[in-house]
């Protein structure tokens, strides 16, 4: 019997996973390829909650569908400022870039 | 429920149809689409004809005189948002008008457009304005006629700017759709408040929908007049009424072919069709009605004396389909619900001849549209002549010519408005201006014929001009005869057409003294105007006699009163200062002062910090500060500008508060 | 059915770990794009068609494609990348991202959460009738923010104009 626990253990794993790509990859491409991941283990969770703990409502559904969305303009303006921060640096590693510094 | 309505939507889908594989077509196939555009166009004519002779069938009972076919468009939780088509007298007539002189303008169009090498584009474009006109004609719905509306002016913003490689077809453009889009907003305005009094979009249904008496009766007064103004508001856009009728000379940049269009059957009809479709509510209140008389009013003499000093044979023509359309305005307004439309309806076809008349002039003459330019092409083209001299008869008023007969019901109509809450002399208004822009209108259309008929020809153009092929002078014929024929629908006394239209309403009794008195005011002006114009005057190089006699009046005049001016002075200037102060806001005191002053303020402040540093702190504390650096290595540890750096430490310094949560929540 | 939950879950994780281990960005944007279609299943497996629909369609069919095309743009199109992710400096990022599973696992763990009786079920209709009701304005707010993303995108990506200097 596969229960919700199942669900967010799953949703655990795959987010330390995206976690672990955004922390250890160098190229900012994969950084946003964690991010992503982080985010769709976020939508597990919430469809997973949605399925076992809601009632008629459907508030974890449209969570889901409003996180894709945002996921989507996130994912477009992100490879859009990494094109633009390549043709700059002409790198698109995390490791040059840092013009944060203090 | 009989085919036709049950099938109504078919008369305006076609032409969309039509259009689409049309705009599938690749360039060269120029037969293929123009046919397929004008087979739609014919099967609409006929589905056109089968509807009306329907109705006239189904004679004049109450409840056949709206006959719809309704549907649920777009249902959401409980509310749903229903369509419809209407048959009514109303839209029978403008079906007939609007798919007959398209198809004659289509015809037209293959002769006149034959060497553009956007041929294709050109007849996709035309099916899709007629289409759209003809699905706002049917629409039984506020929504479906919105929906429409817009598509006419998109489509006529295409048409317009169609040779968009012209600077001044683009800037046409974009004013015809600017300025239409002035009036839209009112409109839309209206339409919204409407819905929300009657609770429904549909005009008619069973008693039930917005135009019905139970729905109307519920509308207050004062709520039926600003609906009325704001639904007049997107009439006199589209109608090209005073104040925003610029648009529509400046509509001339496009082909001939689609002046005829937006000038006759299709554009500007669509706002008197509008009025026409909202009367009901128009009525409630007398106010609204007046309003769009005096507008009218205005307009029909105010365009008729800027149309005396033009020298474009189709600006002419265009400040006389205001000059017209001024006059269909004031017939709605002085409760000549009938006469208005029976001069729409008359007036679509004249007016269709004789932009299609100068088009075949135009063509002829190597498009020279200046009329000091013509002259003598009685003789060289003589078909057009005669077809244009029915027309120029039948637009001034001359009897037994279907102008006529409209134009003087809608005197009658004038003369017997007698508005109670209006002193005498503001009811004598409109008969007034009605009757002295009758004389203006038969006195320039005579100066347009003598300039482009009479005399020698005056430029090389007029001289080498020869008769137009058969595609261009076969619907010239055709609207010639219904020029004439048109008008013995309306015989005063025994008019079908107003029998057709409202069979329940009387018609004003004839009046012998009215009718005589515009007959004679139209003769004498063709009178004078046929004087003036002769011998000297259409010599080449000559001065306009009026303009010698009435010099800067006539240049006002020529000048349109200097409207397009005055806007560009006032509107525009301000629309363009005002964005170019919002452009100066960002620039300096957002970026400028927020963002460089909080960065000057930051300098300061360091300047400040640097002079207290190196005054008070550097001597004592110089050791301290060598502790503090080495601190600081660590730190800049910390800070390295790396995200995923910082990340690092965020997620581990989760876990180490989730840790310390854990060892405080066990205690 | 349990088989198909256990299925998806190897195939997820899996994929997953290849997807950011692998030092051929190519492999990894396909890798990701298993990883997609995993979760779809994912969704599917809850009875979430409509979002098991959606996610094939904005993450297998959009989000991926764009990702492969950002590697062709800054990268040659092999995308070697120099650096391992098992290299030194990438070390703490494990430890913290294993820190973090740790956490997560021990929480749930120890938490317990009430099954309801029967599974919820909806429809489409439902959900359609959700947004143009309830969610209206969510939904109008991130069709805005979708338009802003997209006129934001072509601006930021937009060649510079050249040097005004």
């Given amino acids: ?102 | 429920m009989p085919w036709i309505v049950e099938n109504l939507w078919l008369i305006a889908f076609l032409p969309f149809l039509a259009a689409g594989i049309s705009a599938l077509m690749p360039r060269a196939q120029k037969k293929a689409s123009s046919g397929i555009v004008i087979f739609a166009m014919a099967l609409s004519l006929l589905l056109s004809l089968k509807a009306g002779g329907y109705l006239l069938k189904a004679g004049s009972s109450h409840e056949t005189l709206h006959l719809v076919r309704n549907f649920d468009w777009l249902p959401y939780g409980d509310t749903v948002i229903r369509l419809g088509f209407l048959l009514d007298p109303l839209s029978a007539m403008m079906l007939f008008v609007v798919s007959f002189v398209s198809l004659l303008v289509f015809i037209f169009s293959l002769g006149y457009m034959d060497h553009d090498e956007n041929f294709t584009r050109f007849f996709t474009f035309l099916s899709l304005f007629a289409g759209s006109m003809l699905a706002l004609v049917i629409a039984n719905s506020l929504l479906l006629l919105f929906m429409a509306w817009e598509l006419v002016g998109l489509s006529s913003y295409l048409l317009i700017g169609f040779w968009y490689q012209k600077p001044s077809a683009a800037a046409a453009m974009k004013k015809a759709f600017i300025t239409t889009r002035i009036g839209d907003l009112g409109f839309f305005i209206g339409l919204l408040w409407f819905h929300y009094a009657s609770g429904t979009s549909l005009f008619y249904d069973q008693g039930q929908g917005a135009l019905d008496p139970t729905k109307l009766s519920i509308l207050g007064g004062s709520a039926a007049l600003w609906i009325s103004l704001l639904v007049f508001c997107g009439a006199v856009g589209k109608s090209g009424q005073f104040p925003l009728h610029v648009w529509l000379p400046d509509a001339m940049e496009g082909p001939t072919p689609v002046s005829a269009l937006i000038h006759a059957a299709t554009m500007v009809a669509a706002g008197v069709f509008l009025v026409g479709r909202m009367y009901p509510v128009f009525e409630i209140n007398p106010t609204a009605l007046e309003v769009v008389a005096f507008v009218g009013a205005f307009t029909a003499l105010f365009a008729a004396t800027i149309a005396v000093a033009q020298w474009d044979i189709k600006r002419i023509l265009a400040y006389s389909t205001v000059s017209q359309l001024g006059y269909m305005m004031m017939g709605l307004g002085v409760g000549g619900y009938v006469s208005g439309l029976f001069h729409l309806f008359t007036h679509a076809f004249f007016k269709a001849l004789l932009f299609l008349g100068s088009g075949s002039i135009i063509h002829a003459c190597h498009h020279e549209q200046d009329i000091r330019k013509m002259g003598g092409l009685k003789d060289r083209m003589s078909r057009t002549f005669v077809c244009y001299m029915i027309g120029m008869f039948a637009l001034s008023g001359v009897p037994l010519f279907a102008g006529f007969f409209s134009k003087d019901e809608i005197l009658l109509d004038a003369l017997h408005f007698h508005p109670a809450n209006l002193p005498h002399f503001a009811s004598r208004i409109p008969i007034v201006f009605g009757l002295i822009g009758a004389f203006l209108t038969a006195f320039y259309m005579m100066r347009q014929v003598k300039y482009v008929f009479f005399g020698s020809p005056r430029d090389h153009g007029a001289q080498h001009a020869h008769e137009s092929g058969s595609p261009m002078t076969l619907p010239l014929i055709f609207l010639a005869l219904m020029a004439v024929a048109t008008g013995f629908l309306g015989w005063p006394g025994h008019s079908w057409f107003h029998h057709f239209m409202e069979p329940a309403a009387e018609a004003h009794p004839t009046n012998l003294y009215l009718m005589l008195g515009s007959i004679a005011i139209v003769l004498i002006a063709l009178g004078v105007s046929a004087f003036v114009y002769s011998g000297e005057a259409l010599r080449a190089g000559a001065v306009d006699p009026l303009e010698a006699r009435f010099a800067s009046l006539f240049r006002v005049l020529n000048n349109k009163y200097y409207i397009d001016e005055f806007y560009e002075k006032t509107f525009v200037l301000f629309t363009r200062t005002f964005s170019r102060i919002i452009v100066r806001f960002d620039r300096y005191i957002l970026n400028g002062f927020f963002v460089w002053g909080s960065a000057l303020i930051v300098y300061g402040l360091s300047l400040v910090n640097q002079l207290i540093d190196e005054a008070a702190i550097n001597r004592g504390f110089d050791k301290g500060c060598r502790s503090v650096r080495t601190g600081s290595q660590w730190n800049r540890w910390i800070q390295n500008g790396l995200s995923q750096h910082y990340l690092k430490i965020t997620s581990l310094a989760i876990v180490i508060l989730f840790l310390l949560a854990l060892f405080i929540g066990r205690t | 059915m349990d088989y198909v939950f256990y299925i998806l879950a190897i195939w997820i994780v899996g994929s997953g770990l290849l997807a950011i281990l692998q030092r051929n960005l190519v492999h990894c944007a396909v890798a990701l794009i298993a990883f997609f279609a995993g979760i779809a299943g994912i969704f599917f497996s809850l009875h979430a068609e409509f979002l098991g629909a959606i996610q094939v369609v904005v993450y297998v069919g959009a989000i991926a494609v764009l990702i492969l095309f950002a590697i062709m743009l800054t990268r040659h199109v092999t995308g070697e990348e120099e650096v391992s992710p098992f290299s030194r400096h990438a070390i703490w990022g494990w430890i913290a991202s294993a820190a973090v599973l740790c956490v997560l696992l021990y929480s749930l763990d120890k938490q317990m959460f009430a099954i309801s009786a029967e599974p919820s079920q909806i429809t489409m209709l439902d959900i359609g009738n959700a947004m143009m009701q309830r969610y209206a304005v969510p939904f109008e707010v991130i069709s805005l923010l979708l338009t802003a993303a997209l006129v934001g995108a072509v601006v930021i990506a937009l060649e510079e104009p050249r040097e005004r200097k």
Avoid: D, P
């Avoid at chain 1, 955004?22 to 469809?47: F, H, P, S, W």
């Avoid at chain 1, 490879?79 to 840092?98: D, G, K, P, T």
């Fill in chain 1, 1 to 102: 019997m596969v229960t919700l626990t199942h669900y967010l253990v799953l949703a655990a794993v795959v987010f330390c996973i995206g976690l672990a790509g955004v922390l250890t990859r160098r190229n900012a491409i994969m950084v946003l390829v964690g991010l992503e991941m982080m985010l769709n283990a976020g939508n597990i969770n919430l469809v997973a909650f949605w399925r076992y703990l809601g009632s008629q409502a459907m508030s974890g559904q449209m969570f889901a569908i409003f996180a894709i969305a945002v996921a989507g303009a996130e994912a477009a303006v992100g490879l859009a400022l990494l094109i633009a921060v390549y043709r700059h640096f002409r790198n698109v590693s995390v490791e040059e870039i840092s013009s944060l510094k203090g």
